[in-house]
Nanobody
Framework: QVQLVESGGGLVQAGGSLRLSCAASGSIFSIDAMAWYRQSPGKERELVAIIASGGSTNYADSVKGRFTISGDNAKNTVYLQMNSLKPEDTAVYYC??????????????WGQGTQVTVSS
């Protein structure tokens, strides 16, 4: 089994910054990709940023230039540095990971979610 544990959410004023962390643990042979999604009330969950095992990244247009995703392979951890936050960034942020176990099986895992609230 694999667990994803997120931390770093909270309340911040518009223009401020937050850093989210997500650590994966358990039966992990390799991590193919890790990503951050977010979901606001009444909206569908959307991809915010993704980082592949080779280090390539991709971002939603709405966060380009403000958010940075990075990873620490040794710690099986992914980070999301969020700068110049806007009220519309308010959402529950979820960590996602595509992980191969020692039997070669690839599964998709989700964290429990962390609330980010940006006040105007």
């Amino acid at each position: 089994q694999v667990q994803l544990v997120e931390s770093g959410g909270g309340l911040v004023q518009a223009g401020g910054s937050l850093r989210l962390s997500c650590a994966a643990s358990g039966s992990i042979f390799s991590i193919d990709a890790m990503a951050w999604y977010r979901q606001s009330p009444g909206k569908e969950r959307e991809l915010v940023a993704i980082i592949a095992s080779g280090g390539s990244t991709n971002y939603a247009d709405s966060v380009k230039g403000r958010f940075t995703i990075s990873g620490d392979n040794a710690k099986n951890t992914v980070y999301l540095q969020m700068n110049s936050l806007k009220p519309e960034d308010t959402a529950v942020y979820y960590c996602n990971a595509e992980i191969s176990d020692y039997e070669g099986i690839v599964n998709d895992y989700w964290g429990q979610g962390t609330q980010v609230t940006v006040s105007s």
